[in-house]
């Protein structure tokens, strides 16, 4: 069984970086056609999709983000991770990780997603 679990610091200083790690157990992040998205969830918000990276490594960002935003992956640790930099109070969110088989899931597509975690901007 696949499972996703989150990691970070909670807490971060604006214009910082936010960076923050999805440890994916029971399943490769290389196989079966898989994007790994981080997604978040601002306080009396929806969930926004944030970006993805593929199983092949390419990565896919949220218009919005994409000048401050990096996905990255280790492979041999089956771990991808999000950077966030120049975060405001505005990133506060809980952030989640997630699998897919598309690029940009709808929030009842996920086939995996982790529990999730709070990230507080503190100005």
């Known amino acids: 069984q696949v499972q996703l679990q989150e990691s970070g610091p909670g807490l971060v200083n604006a214009s910082q970086t936010l960076s923050l790690t999805c440890t994916v157990s029971?399943?490769?992040?290389?196989?079966?056609?898989?994007?790994w998205s981080w997604i978040r969830q601002p306080p009396g918000k929806g969930l926004e999709w944030m970006g993805a990276?593929?199983?092949?490594?390419?990565?896919y960002y949220r218009d919005t983000l994409r000048s401050r935003i990096s996905i990255s992956r280790d492979t041999s640790k089956n771990q991808f991770t999000l950077q966030l930099r120049s975060v405001t109070p505005e990133d506060t969110a809980v952030y989640f990780c997630?699998?897919?088989?598309?690029?940009?899931?709808?929030?009842?597509?996920?086939?995996?997603r982790g529990p999730g975690t709070q990230i507080t901007v503190s100005s």
């Open positions: 029971g399943g490769s992040i290389t196989a079966g056609y898989y994007y």
């Open positions: 990276i593929g199983y092949s490594g390419r990565t």
């Open positions: 997630g699998g897919a088989k598309s690029v940009r899931p709808q929030k009842n597509e996920y086939d995996y």
